[in-house]
């Protein structure tokens, strides 16, 4: 059966916001956390962007929730070296209920050192010499590494928990899905497609965790709800991959016009009508998924946690 975890948005909320809203998760009954690692929102309308691993610190201490990154790009802006620090430190503040998902990013978030932003078949391959490092770190023990990519030189983890940090692969495409069949502890996507959970199952995934989400925005008025969603979130409507190669906020701004409420309304659940979320929810359970989280849009958190324990949960398998 099925887990359903909440998703923690660090472009919508500060950290004081998320600890609060991940303590609300854990009453209501979600079983798990993940939270995004951001350096800038989409727009300037969702106006938040903290260090997630000061957030996951004070996680750490206010929930028993396992706690992931969904997900981290280890690449660019972090030296997979740092990254393996940060993680380690997170699985032992947790007792090891931290999992570190990665991905091959963003340039909204990984360009801002001015390095060059490369194309996606060099973004995976970078992702997967990090993901060796970093798994080489974990054991604790010096790693000197020579790569294409990286180089680390006398680097030792002496603060890392006891089993190594199980590291979960973002992937939308058949290309990082291959990745994450061959490398990953886990796989993470954000549509409930069966093919693409079967291609890392027979892949080499096989009973690996597989981790899907989706954003929702829970209201008493369907149209304002669906307001809401194109004003902090017509980001996640826009086609190819936009969504990868923009730099800034402002540049996603500039597209919000080609967004519309029809469009939001048919590809977002708003409004609340326990079925629509039922079903949004079961049909990751239909493809294949172990866990399975929910972020809710918009400033009305603790009306969607009392809607999800009283109505939605109880329906869900």
Not at 112 to 133: F, K, S, T, Y
Not at 154 to 166: K, Q, S
Not at 229 to 257: A, C, D, I, Y
Request: aromatic residues 8%; glycine residues 10%; charged residues 20%.
């Amino acid at each position: 059966m099925p887990e359903y975890g909440y998703f923690l948005s660090c472009e919508e909320f500060g950290p004081a916001d998320l600890v609060e809203q991940a303590r609300m998760a854990e009453q209501a009954g979600f079983t798990a956390l993940w939270i995004s690692d951001h350096y800038h929102p989409w727009n300037d309308a969702q106006g938040q962007s903290p260090f997630v691993w000061s957030v996951i610190g004070a996680l750490s201490e206010a929930v028993s929730l396992p706690i992931e990154t969904a997900v981290t790009c280890p690449t660019v802006r972090m030296h997979p070296a740092v990254v393996a620090q940060a993680a380690a430190t997170s699985a032992v503040m947790t007792g090891g209920r931290f999992r570190l998902g990665v991905g091959s990013g963003e340039a909204l978030n990984e360009h801002i050192l001015g390095d060059a932003w490369p194309p996606a078949h060099v973004r995976l391959d970078m992702l997967e010499e990090a993901i060796q490092v970093m798994r080489r770190l974990f054991t604790g023990e010096e790693v000197n590494h020579a790569g294409t990519h990286y180089t680390v030189e006398n680097a030792r983890l002496y603060t890392v928990p006891d089993e190594p940090v199980p590291i979960d692969i973002s992937g939308f495409g058949p290309k990082a899905t291959s990745l994450a069949s061959r490398v990953g502890d886990g796989y993470i996507t954000m549509m409930p497609q069966e093919a693409m959970v079967e291609q890392f199952r027979k892949g080499g995934g096989g009973a690996k965790l597989v981790s899907g989400g989706t954003k929702v925005c829970y209201g008493l008025d369907r149209e304002e709800a669906v307001r809401t969603v194109r004003k902090l979130w017509s980001n996640q409507l826009l086609p190819g991959e936009m969504g990868q190669v923009l730099p800034t906020p402002s540049h996603f701004e500039q597209l919000e016009p080609l967004i519309t409420e029809e469009m939001v309304a048919e590809n977002t659940v708003c409004g609340d009508d326990v079925d629509d979320h039922v079903t949004t929810l079961k049909a990751f359970a239909d493809a294949g998924f172990d866990r399975i989280y929910v972020n809710q849009i918009g400033p009305d958190q603790r009306a969607f946690f009392d809607f999800y324990r009283t109505k939605v949960l109880p329906q869900l398998p």
